[in-house]
């Protein structure tokens, strides 16, 4: 045990300082005080060391190097208050003789503990104030670079603060002594996060969910008994259409480390019994505080699993075709640290990250930064400036869908340690770029003759890349769904169920841009049946297919492909300008146009007819180009 007093280490910011040194004072008595409050710190029994720190100094009064340890101590339990006064008392005693290196440490951690109190423009006052006591060495550290940076963010901030006001979420919620990590549905009109009566392990986590309508908060209720359990429960996220949660679950008997992502699915109205994630996601470590991208195609968590940057970083998993999930992969450095970077949130848009981490420059404790994607990269992590952040730790950021709101965590601390912690929310603010507009669009699907729910699948397609964006389910139960994705310049949205008649949207000139209330009639295969085969592009006069249709060329193949007894009529229609024979003719062209890349995907000619019938069946008026647009089409029949 002696040996190891020798050594210089560190605690919670404390230097531990080897026996034998030189002090400012020569008073046996006093230093053998200070000798054994080392040893305490070492075995870090706080509050005993604090007393033999208090008991030097009270002997010997000019004993600085025990004021500043007393202090620290007092810090590093959170204590700031009393901190602050142990440090002026040690600084009435300097004398008015030049010293300049208990003057710029102490001056130096009086800097520090008004950081701790968000006394910002103090602490900026002091370190400027006392920059030339303090020792030449520690100015060309990493230490005091950082601590430049750090300063160079809070001037910056505390001179242009951002125009909020956080309000702490009312009763009935925050009714609990821990409440958080808050996600919403993509609506905002339902709340989930994980509540905690207690603080010690006796405390079970569980995710608890509220409802907001007509201005209140409902009383919050567990989620399921499947989900939430005599284990814990908690850090929840959502698919934007509320039919996919991914949870953290703890000390869960055959998990494969100590917190396990685990995944379930809402079917017909009720959750499903969850699965854990597999070894391709969770490890021995710990992993937690999922996000989920609104399709739910990507899903970004925390883990301390070494293989990161160090300490707990950021990692993202892919959704494959199969449903499963791909190995999850480290973020990287440019938002990885050697620190924790942890409550990561995708945006609904898939264009930015937003996280907490004490690793980049920021006002102290946890703050929240983002990111912006870069094709397959992040850019580099902004602070979020004040007062979004501030001197305590800012945790668990959601932002709504509809940009209105921005929820969070705020830790309350007791002794240096959590001792509760609130939902909070705030005005989003309109000067933070956020990226690509969203469209919003919900309603239900429906069998057109039973008027029963239909659980379909809705796709929606970039149409220009040919790319599917988002993938989301009706409700089986009730048919509803919520879409959210980036507003696109050209999209087609896709709605299929086995047995049905497909439905194809074009986004635009069908008007589905925050559309409410949205009914899909689904049509079971019959003969006769026939749907418009929407984004089918051709040029004015011309036959040769654009680019921007081969996804629903795609869409009709695979048609073929789920139902092999099908065979289709394929008839194109064209406006009314030029001549009957010609249209008839180029609308016919348009039709084989179509059977040609069908047959070249392998589907037998036996199965397509193709007819063309010009201008003579028009679905609108001939009177606006955009009217003659909608005309010129192609129409798919069931035989």
């Known amino acids: 045990m002696l040996k190891k007093l020798f050594i210089v280490i560190s605690f919670a910011g404390i230097c531990f300082q080897a026996m034998g040194q030189e002090f400012s004072i020569v008073d ?137 006001r956080k309000k702490r979420l009312p009763r009935p919620l925050n009714q609990f002594r821990l409440q958080y990590f808050p996600v919403l549905t993509a609506d905002g009109k339902r709340l989930f996060f994980t509540k905690r009566d207690g603080i010690t392990v006796k405390y079970n986590e569980d995710i608890f969910f509220s409802d907001f309508d007509e201005g209140e908060w409902s009383e919050p209720e567990s989620i399921s008994t499947l989900i939430n359990s005599s284990y814990n429960e908690g850090t929840c996220t959502i698919s934007a259409d509320g ?173 240096g340690k959590v001792d509760s912690s609130y939902l909070y929310r705030f005005d989003f603010p309109e000067e933070i770029d956020l990226g690509h507009e969203l469209i919003v669009t919900s309603g239900k699907v429906i069998n057109e003759e039973t008027g029963e729910a239909v659980e379909a699948l809705l796709s929606l397609i970039d149409l220009d890349r ?64 026939h749907f418009i085969f929407e984004n089918i592009f051709f040029d004015f006069d011309q036959t040769v297919l654009k680019k921007s249709s081969l996804s629903s060329l795609k869409k009709l193949h695979k048609f073929l492909l789920d139902h092999p007894t099908v065979k289709l009529l394929i008839v194109g229609h064209t406006d009314n300008i030029g001549k009957d024979s010609y249209n008839s003719e180029l609308s016919l062209k348009r039709a084989k146009e179509v059977k040609k890349y069908l047959l070249e995907e392998g589907i037998y000619s036996e199965r397509l007819e193709i007819e063309g019938r010009g201008a003579a069946e028009p679905l609108r008026s001939n009177d606006t180009e955009e009217n003659r647009a909608f005309n010129r089409r192609i129409e798919v029949f069931i035989l």
């Open 28 to 164: 046996k008595r006093a230093i053998r005080f200070y000798e054994e409050g080392d040893q305490f710190l070492y075995r870090k029994q706080l509050p005993e060391a604090q007393e033999k720190y208090k008991a030097a100094y009270e002997r010997s009064s000019d004993f600085f190097e025990a004021y500043l340890k007393h202090a620290q101590v007092l810090l590093s339990r959170g204590m700031p208050e009393e901190a602050l006064a142990v440090t002026k008392k040690g600084q009435s005693r300097l004398p008015l003789k030049k010293n300049d290196f208990f003057k710029g440490k102490l001056a130096w951690l009086e800097g520090e503990i008004y950081l701790k109190q968000g006394a910002f423009q103090q602490a900026l006052d002091i370190f400027e104030e006392n920059e030339a006591y303090f020792d030449e060495s520690f100015l060309k550290s990493d230490e005091y670079a950082n601590k430049l940076q750090q300063l160079e963010i809070i001037a910056e901030g505390i001179k242009n603060p951002i125009d909020i």
């Open 243 to 415: 039919n996919l949660l991914i949870f953290t679950s703890c000390n869960t008997p055959g998990s494969h480390g100590n917190c396990d992502l685990y995944i379930t699915a809402r079917m017909n109205g009720e959750w499903q019994s969850p699965t854990n994630m597999g070894n391709k996601v969770n490890t021995r470590y710990w992993e937690s505080q999922p996000s989920l991208s609104a399709d739910g195609s990507l899903l970004f968590f925390s883990s301390n699993r070494p293989e990161g940057e160090g300490g707990i970083d950021l990692w993202v998993s892919e959704r494959l075709e199969d449903g499963t999930w791909s190995k999850a992969k480290n973020l990287g450095s440019s938002i990885n640290t050697k620190k924790d970077e942890v409550s990561p949130f995708i945006f609904f848009n898939n264009t930015m990250l937003f996280f907490a981490s004490d690793g980049h420059p920021g006002f102290g404790a946890k703050d929240i930064f983002k990111s912006v994607i870069e094709g397959n990269g992040f850019g580099k992590p902004v602070n979020m400036g004040f007062p979004i952040n501030d001197q305590k730790d800012q945790l668990a950021l959601f932002i709504t869908a509809q940009k209105d709101f921005a929820y969070y965590t705020e830790n309350n601390f007791e002794l």
């Open 466 to 529: 040919d790319s599917t964006m988002y993938n989301f389910k009706s409700d089986g139960k009730d048919g509803t769904f919520t879409m959210i994705y980036p507003d696109k310049e050209n999209s087609g949205l896709y709605v299929e169920k086995q047995g049905y008649m497909p439905k194809i949207y074009n986004v635009d000139r069908d008007s589905l841009r925050n559309k409410q209330g949205f009914q899909i009639n689904l049509e079971p295969i019959a003969k006769g049946k």
